[in-house]
């Protein structure tokens, strides 16, 4: 069947979940000091890596656009607000 081969890995799955709730009560990835502390705690960046605020916006919108998509995949509208992050995207990905 067509749609299995769509089904997420459990392990990208968790990853992503953790993305999207690096903001409830606060922040978790609102400055380059707790986005580099989030990505190199999963093992996503060397600590010696910098992490510019640049890199806050764009992982911030990211977040912002993938929640905006689980809503309007749930049936809502989508927030135009939302648009892709490489528009404003300024660095390019390694």
Known sequence: MWYREAVMDPADRDLFLQFLWTRDETDSI???GKLKD???GLGMLDGDEAVTED????ARHSRAAARAMCVANSGYPLDPRTHSPSKNSTREPH
């Open 30 to 32: 609102d400055t380059p």
């Open 38 to 40: 989030w990505l190199t």
């Open 55 to 58: 890199d806050v916006r764009l």
